[in-house]
């Protein structure tokens, strides 16, 4: 309860902070894109993990407000690092379920985009296979009407999820991002190594393009680059970083 009181005062007290880790193309080496990830600096509690907060925002309906700050903040930073001349990124963003089902999701997006100047093709919704169980109608309809704005989109965690292959033909769909349990085993594991080359040649055979997460070592980038991956996002280039110091990791 204490935890819950402490969530509901966070977004007045600016407690939230935005980190961002980079997504690499993996043929040039370049960064073109970065994931906003959400931080919780509290007073007393200090960093509180994504993993202990997320869940309850959900269910007390916070992350709506909470997820309205993310998207104004990473894509007012994004449009300000275009603003200074930086290579454009694209901002890759999380959805929550209870943002999914919003009736304003769309609206609220096109306003964010207006407000911020930020192109459309700039911004990219990362959604779970989970969004989509409920009510698929609804799903696809709510996607096409994303992707008339001109936003991208990508599927998150992609191999974790329960549902049907068959939504990657009727989505609009433009990323797969292959989850970090796979990636992180390629090397010990000739299953988890199948799992990734399977996912890879799906992306391409759809024309989606693949992003592995959770890169650690020289030895899975390797693999990744083999097999034609095309963009990479894990520690071994960054850990998600502050404004600040994500800034200068493009500058260099
Ligand atoms: O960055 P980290 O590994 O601590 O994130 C833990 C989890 O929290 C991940 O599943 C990530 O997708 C989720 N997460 C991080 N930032 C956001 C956010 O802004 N919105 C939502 N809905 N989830 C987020
Ligand atoms: O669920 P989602 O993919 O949005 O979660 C992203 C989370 O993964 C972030 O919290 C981020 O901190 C974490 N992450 C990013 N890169 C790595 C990595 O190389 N290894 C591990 N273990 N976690 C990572
Ligand atoms: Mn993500
Ligand atoms: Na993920």
Same mark, same amino acid.
């Given at each position: 309860l204490r935890i819950e009181s402490a969530l509901r005062n966070a977004l007045v007290r600016q407690e939230f902070v935005l980190h961002y880790q980079p997504q690499l193309d993996l043929a040039s080496g370049a960064i073109v894109g970065v994931e906003a990830l959400l931080r919780w600096q509290h007073p007393e509690l200090g960093m509180v993990s994504p993993q202990r907060f997320i869940g309850l925002a959900e269910e007390t309906g916070l992350i709506v407000p909470i997820g309205a700050w993310v998207m104004r903040t990473a894509c007012a930073q994004a449009q300000a690092w275009r603003a200074a001349g930086l290579p454009p990124l694209r901002m890759a963003v999380n959805l929550s379920a209870r943002q999914f089902a919003q009736p304003d999701l769309v609206q609220s997006i096109a306003a964010v985009l207006a407000e911020t100047g930020l192109p459309p %093709?700039?911004?990219? !919704?990362?959604?779970?296979?989970? *969004?989509? /169980?409920?009510?698929?109608?609804? %799903?696809?309809?709510? !996607?096409?009407?994303?992707?008339? *704005?001109? /936003?991208?989109?990508?599927?998150?965690?992609?191999g974790t999820g329960y549902s049907s292959l068959s939504y990657l033909r009727t989505f609009p769909i433009d990323v797969l991002k292959i989850d970090r349990t796979f990636v992180g085993q390629i090397d010990g594991d000739s299953d988890q190594a199948a799992i990734v080359v399977s996912i890879i040649a799906l992306a391409h055979n759809l024309q989606l393009k693949v992003i592995a997460e959770g890169v650690e070592t020289a030895e899975q980038l390797d693999f990744l680059r083999a097999h034609e991956c095309d963009q990479v996002q894990g520690y071994y280039f960054s850990r998600p970083v502050p404004a600040a110091e994500f800034e200068q990791l493009l500058r260099t």
């Open positions: %093709a700039g911004l990219e !919704l990362e959604l779970t296979e989970s *969004l989509f /169980v409920d009510d698929v109608a609804r %799903a696809v309809a709510l !996607l096409h009407e994303l992707k008339n *704005l001109g /936003v991208a989109l990508s599927i998150d965690d992609f």
